[in-house]
């Protein structure tokens, strides 16, 4: 269902910025299920660039009964930029959960005004696809803008709407990095690395989607994927609690 966001991010990649293969720790970069009546795949990509220090975006396909695209977009420390992720669901053709957002590094009024506040504009041409639903997993107020596509909706916004929006989202992801002035002092560059770091604890310990890869292919196969390649600057809570 969501192959044809894959291949528009992949072009629209290539296209633009001078890709390398980014290593996916061995045994993550693919894996098959054969748990239960549906058997599922999960295949990874990761790249980094001189604009952004990891790429990475992952397709889950298990048939009918789901359909799961995930990316996050991870600009090189010298910007400040937000991250750029996206978290697509779809459960039987009846269940399908959309979620892509500028996700702010920072909460301040200055740094929303600049990075944030463009999006404005976009979001409001799609507000059939800005849904006030309930986070059950997250603050809504914590590496989330209230410009944030959040919706319910059925195969076929799925297919016209959401995709266009989702273009419309990259590319003017794409203008930000060009307008934006790479950082030279050290301090502020560290705030970055500290920022995303910081991302990746607070996303790793409330993904829910550790429970679905759990149950697909096995708690240790997840962990590692969880810990290993999705949030990679995370540690393991159970390891943080031994320090």
Request: hydrophobic share 35%; charged share 25%.
């Amino acid at each position: 269902m969501y192959q044809p966001f894959l291949d528009y991010l992949e072009r629209s990649l290539s296209k633009r910025f001078n890709l390398q293969h980014r290593p996916i720790p061995a045994g993550l970069e693919a894996q098959v299920s054969d748990r239960g009546r549906n058997p599922a795949t999960i295949k990874s990509w990761c790249y980094q660039c001189p604009e952004f220090r990891k790429i990475r975006y992952t397709y889950i396909d298990a048939g009918a009964s789901a359909q799961i695209f995930n990316s996050v977009i991870y600009p090189s420390h010298q910007y400040e930029l937000p991250l750029l992720g996206v978290d697509f669901l779809s459960f039987g053709q009846v269940k399908n959960l959309i979620v892509m957002d500028f996700q702010p590094l920072f909460q301040d009024d200055a740094y929303l005004r600049k990075y944030i506040h463009p999006l404005k504009a976009l979001h409001e041409q799609y507000p059939d696809l800005a849904q006030d639903l309930e986070m059950k997993f997250y603050d809504a107020n914590q590496y989330f803008s209230k410009y944030l596509l959040f919706a319910k909706t059925d195969p076929e916004t799925v297919r016209t709407r959401v995709f266009e929006a989702f273009k419309d989202y990259l590319n003017l992801y794409w203008q930000m990095l060009d307008d934006a002035e790479p950082l030279t002092n050290p301090t502020d560059i560290q705030r970055i690395v500290t920022a995303q770091k910081d991302y990746d604890q607070y996303s790793a310990d409330r993904d829910p989607a550790s429970g679905l890869f759990s149950s697909y292919f096995g708690h240790e196969w997840s962990e590692r994927f969880l810990y290993g390649f999705l949030f990679e600057d995370a540690v393991p809570l159970a390891v943080a609690a031994k320090k």
